[in-house]
Every structure is written in C-alpha cells, then in structure tokens.
C-alpha cells in the first residue's frame, strides 16, 4: 500500500471512530499511534491525557504518556494533527515547537511548579505530582511528537533537565506507514558490528536445510549487546520474552549481576547465552579472516530477554564494571518466510522451544493457538447480515495487509474488498482478549495493558490434561463480534466526555454494562444491527459518569491509570448503586 492510500485509510479509520460531532481527531489518531507503539513495544501502556495551556508567556502542551511498571522509564506524547488526506511535509521547525512545548511541562512537573498552577480535580494534576514525585528516580525519558505529516528529521538532539537526559523522537506518517502497511516495524532494528564492535562478528554460518530460514553461531561482547538495549529497549525483545520481564520487574538476575561484578572473563562460561531471529543478514570478514556477520536487519531476541536486560542495568547500577571481556554465546536464525501468518508462527514457536526450560510462557501458546485459527477460519466464512460485508480476525500481525495485497490486483478488486472488509471491521487478537475480559467483568487485567491483558486471556483458555478445548462456534463468533460492537461504540462516546483515562472509564464501563444488565442484552440483535441503539448509549452515557466519579473517589489521589489495575479498585466501582436500567432500550429484554 503506497504511503497516500495508507493516509487516506488511516484517516478514514480516525474519522470512523468518532462520535457523532464530536471534533476529536487529534486524540483519536493519537491513541491509534500509541497503542501502536506499545503492541510493538516502542513505549509502555500508553494513556491519553490531553492537556494545552499557558504558563506565564509559555504555552504547554502534552497528548499523552506512559510509565514502565517500576516508574522509572517515562515517555510523553505530544500531536501535532492536520487532519490532511495527501502526504504533507511538517517543517522540523514546528515538530521542535512542539517539542519544547512538551519539555516546558515536563520541566515545571520536575521542579514543582505545575501542580500547584493546575484545577485539584484535574487528571492532569494527578500526573504533575506523580511526575514530580518520581523524577529523581528516572532512569530514561523521551518525547515523542506524533504527527500524520511527513517529518524530514525523525529525532533530534538530546536535551538535558535537571541532570536527566531527554530522547526526542517524531513518529510521523511516514514511519507509521513502514511499520502497520508494510508491516515491518523491526526494519527500524538495524545493526551494524562495524560500528558497534569494529569488526563483523565471527561466525560459524550455515545455510538451512528448507525455505524456513538459514542461522549463525557467534559470541556477542557485553559492550555490543549492552548497547543495542540502550538504544533499542524492549523492542528489542520478542513479545512473549517482552511480557515476561514485564512480570518480573527490570529482569536483573543476581547470579548474573555477581558475576558481572566478580568474574566477567567466566560469564561465557557460566551463561546459557541468547537466542536471535533476524529478517536479513550480511556477512563480511573479521580481522582474521574468518567469516562474520556485518550487520543485521529486524533483529529480535528470542531467549535471553533477562541476560540482555541484566547486562544493561547492572552496568547502569555499577558503572565501574567492565564488559570487555564479557561476551554471550548467540544462535542467530535468519528468517526466509515471506507469509506473515506463518513467520509469526515460527518465532513464536521458536521462541517456545528456546524458553521451554524456564517461566516464559508456561500457559503453553501451542496449546490455545486452535482457538485462535478457528476464530480466523470462522470469519472468513460469516458474512454480516447484509450478505456482503465480513470481519477480518488478523490472527497474524500484517495479514490484513496480506489479503488486501493477494485478492486486491487490480484497483477495482481491491475497492470491492476494502468495501466488504474495511479496517473498522479489522479485529486483532489483542483488540478481542480486551473485549471479552470487559466483558467477562475483569477491568483490572484489562488496565494492565493489551500484552498482560492478552497473557491472561490466554492463560484463562488453558484447560487440564485430558480435557479438550471447546473451541468458538459460530454463534460464539457473532457473540464475540457484538460484545466487540458494545465496547467499540463505548470508546468512541467516552473519549470526548473526559480528559484522561478514558481507556480506563471505558474497560470499566463495559463490565459494568456486563454486570448490570449482561444477561438481558440481545447479543444476536446487535449482530443483526452490526451497532448499538441511541437508547443504549445514552444509558451508557449515564453509567460512564458514575463509573469516572468512584474511579476518582476511590483513588484516593493516585493515578487513575495505575489505580485502575487494582482489584480493591473493581471491588470498589462494582459495590456501588447505579442508576436504574432505562426503558425503551431495543436491545434489552426487559422482564415482564
């Protein structure tokens, strides 16, 4: 897809998920590039929080953040949105307006004097004051400037507050476009040993056996791999081995850390080493004349998620280390699988083998991957009510894509297919485990962000040995499809009525909708209407206020976004008495 059809869509896709006159673009786009960026794992989970005013002559604005788990990575979020339908340059003079902009408001949170300058009752005082609390304790900070032009500079200069540094970075249209139509977000994982070591890396190199993929075996120095995590974070690291040291914290393990500190020159010797998959290699010659490997193109560590992490923050803690002796036996597997659905396959499947002898991933992925392939086989054969349109469950990142590529060759192909399967009816597996844990009434996992929330979804799908998994029906399909309609039409009234933590209020919402009323509401009608009635989202309306009020009456003044993933936090907001159901809602079977 070239890069002005992907603009027009993407914009399509903002406009479609607003609420009627409801001029929030900016936000929606926003939210779409974020949750982006944290399925990848760019940043952490993302929040809106959509603030711009003045301080003195300064003017301040800030889209959004997120906050690692141990609150001591930050990333801001600010937009710059045009709303345009042609790929538009942005001058790098506008981009750094905005930046410093952002940089304004992180700076006052840091030295204090933005909370006492913001409303008591605003979420973004909330943030001021946790920011304030937390920056001594900051290990990295970056801006991020989100925009639907076309940037020339993709990053700028860092910048230093208060003895921090600041990463400033732009995700355009451009960028967005590499990563979601092409569907190459680990091209931008580039490395090159020439830079980073001197020299390729030797290497034993052997060519595969099939078309699946070809792999070396090579020893990585500690100063090589300390710093492709610096540079690069957990993007680097596979999802599953992403999620994994998302549950154990930063991943530090002390027997490493000690042998680090004690005896780097054994840490081959004493360490597993790392598993790597990579889309593309290039070989070269090391300064023996031995092969080695030059440079490396969508690199991802596969096993060894805690070894890399370890590395990077032990030498953080104990700068004093030294980790030119230290070097990590690494399996590199270069991928030659074209066919998404079957790459994301085999790394996964990869992925689990490597870390079959440890934590990762216990609840067994193989196990529950039928549920998903049924789910995909189920909506390639359902068709809506009006006997044209489908939906599309993308069980594999860039198979949307895939279809629109294979069955789209000609224009007016691809315009009859975009018609029955717009990217509104796009379902992915992450977009489907939120729903149905609302659903379920579990707004707590759902706060805890897409990959953990997923994890869970998941882990509640395994069953016991000896017992087979009941996997979804039809009916199950078009169930699932509405409850995914519910929280859809939810999103988009909620996002105007509140200025943060509108993802919170909605996961919320909808279990309460769920709790309240879930066992009366016709799921099959909404299939039939493929959207909810104007007499139900008023309702939803109404339970949203009072969902938002006990959110912020029970924080007690912490951060929504973090007090949300309690469950004295859904204890709370499922104790209290809500409005009576109203009548004369299509959708609800009322008793007689």
Known sequence: MELAEFLRETQASVRSQLKDGALYEELVYASIVMDHMAEIGMTFEPVECYYEGKVGNATLRLGGYALSDDSDQLDLFVSLYQGV?????????????????????LSLCAQGKMAPKLDPSSDVRSLAETLQAIYNDLEQIRIFVITDRVAKSKSFKTKEISGKSVRLEVMDIERLHRHMAEGKPRDELVIDFNELSGQPLPCVFVNGQNDDYDYALTAVPGDALRLLYEKFGARLLEANVRSFLSVKGKGVNAGIQNTLRNSPERFMAYNNGIVM??????????????????????LQIVNGGQTTASLYFTKKKYPDIDLG????????????????????????????????????????????????????????????????????????????????????????????????????????????????????????????????????????????????????????????????????????????????FQANITAYTVSVISMLIGDKIDLEKIWTNQS??????????????QVSEILHESAGGRMISEWAKKSECKDAVFSISYSPVASGIPEVRYET
């Not at 909506?379 to 469950?393: A, E, K, L, N």
């Open 85 to 105: 339908n042609e790929p538009t340059p942005i001058p790098d003079a506008e981009t750094k307006v905005a930046v410093e902009q952002c940089f304004r408001f």
């Open 277 to 298: 998959v990579a889309d593309e290699i290039r070989l070269g010659h090391a300064q023996d004349g031995m092969p080695g490997i030059a440079w490396l193109k969508g």
């Open 325 to 500: 002796s230290v070097r990590i036996a690494a399996k590199i597997i270069v991928m030659r699988v074209q066919d998404p659905a079957k790459e994301e396959a085999l790394v996964s499947d990869i992925s689990r083998f490597a870390n079959s002898q440890n934590a990762v991933r216990q609840s067994d992925l193989s196990a529950n991957k039928p549920f998903h392939v049924e789910i995909e086989k189920i909506s390639r054969t359902v068709y809506c009510p009006d006997g044209v349109s489908q939906w599309f469950y993308e069980r594999a990142a860039g198979s949307y894509n895939t279809l629109l590529a294979r069955e789209g060759t000609t224009p007016a192909k691809l315009k009859k297919i975009k018609d029955a399967i717009p990217t509104s009816r796009r379902l992915t597996k992450t977009d489907l485990a939120k729903y149905l844990n609302a659903w379920d009434q579990k707004p707590d996992i759902v706060s805890l962000g897409s990959q953990k929330n997923f994890d869970r979804f998941m882990a509640s799908l395994v069953v016991p040995e000896g017992h087979e998994l009941k996997l979804p029906s039809t009916a199950d399909f078009k169930a699932m499809i509405a409850k995914a309609r519910i929280y859809r039409d939810a999103q988009k009234l909620i996002r105007p009525m509140f200025q943060a």
């Open 532 to 545: 909810i009635s104007p007499e139900l989202l008023a309702q939803i309306e109404v339970w949203a206020r």
